[in-house]
């Protein structure tokens, strides 16, 4: 079941206009919650996020922050599952025809769709991914989540062809981040990340990663990180909602450091998940 402007339906029943400008344009924004045994995760940060996309491309956003998390655990009690992965998204509605210019008094449409979580496996979590890299070709308002993922689709397309798990970007010599996730480097026992800014999206993970590191006194830098730094890093990791903090051991078929998941990567993805079962117990 899934939620789809103003009505609870099968996926099958759920009909999107040909012309609706999410379909035409990318004309709209997104979000994805990781949801533990029912439980939305961090879903606030998630919401402020939508709101500030909505507001960065003049979209009204259609709910308060109380409807939308009555919608999304609604959307979460219906599922047969526990553990889920709440895609939402809103664009600018079915305007009837193709034409650039906002049009006037249309509907936004809005779509909640849950999936089953999918985290990294044990495997992967003991040992590692390896990623590739690519020049970041986006658009230059990166922080907001847009439904235009061409550029996605077609470096994690690239990733995936050479058996790898993410294609880390790099703009003018520095770090932006992956094409799904914001990428961390730990050097001599500090760990730095890009700023937010226009250049990346601003993780909910990454920022809860940040809070976590200065919370137990870890050294942690936030600055604009230069491509030379990541292919000398002695850790590397990506964080995402799904993929939580996940260590990359192999960039363009180098290892990264000694090539094993590192010990600030494991110490980091311990705090995230203690964190994660107090505040589900809670
Ligand atoms: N950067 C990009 C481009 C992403 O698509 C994602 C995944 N939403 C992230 C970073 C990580 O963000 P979050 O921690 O909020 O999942």
Redesign the pocket.
């Known amino acids: 079941m899934l939620y789809l402007n103003g009505r609870f339906c099968r996926a099958e029943d759920a009909m999107i206009s040909a012309l609706d400008r999410g379909c035409l344009f990318g004309d709209g924004v997104y979000e994805?919650i990781p949801v533990y045994s029912r439980n939305p995760f961090r879903l606030d940060e998630?919401l402020a996020?939508l709101d500030a996309s909505l507001a960065a491309i003049s979209l009204p956003n259609p709910h308060t922050p109380l409807q939308w998390a009555e919608l999304v655990r609604e959307v979460i009690r219906l599922q047969a599952y526990d553990d889920q992965s709440v895609y939402l998204h809103v664009t600018r509605g079915n305007a009837g025809e193709r034409d650039f210019p906002f049009p006037a008094g249309v509907a936004p449409t809005v779509l909640i769709n849950p999936s089953p979580l999918v985290t990294p496996s044990p495997e992967a979590k003991a040992k590692g991914v390896r990623a590739i890299s690519h020049a970041d070709f986006r658009w230059l308002r990166?922080d907001i989540?847009s439904l235009n993922l061409l550029p996605?689709v077609l470096l994690r397309e690239a990733a995936k062809q050479q058996g790898c798990a993410e294609c880390l970007m790099f703009r003018d010599g520095m770090l932006s981040?992956?094409?799904?996730?914001?990428v961390f480097v730990v050097k001599q026992g500090v760990i730095a990340c890009p700023p937010k800014n226009h250049l990346?999206?601003?993780?909910?993970?990454?920022?809860l990663v940040i809070e976590l590191a200065r919370q137990h006194g870890v050294p942690m830098e936030v600055r604009p990180v230069t491509e030379a730094e990541v292919r000398n890093a002695d850790e590397l990791w990506m964080?995402?909602?799904?993929r939580e903090v996940l260590a990359i051991v192999e960039l363009d078929g180098q290892a990264v450091g000694d090539g094993c998941v590192g010990p600030m990567a494991r110490q980091l993805d311990q705090y995230y998940q203690d964190f994660k079962r107090t505040v589900m117990r809670a």
């Open positions: 994805v998630h996020r990166c989540k996605t981040e992956g094409a799904a996730s914001n990346i999206l601003p993780g909910i993970t990454y920022d964080t995402s909602s799904t």
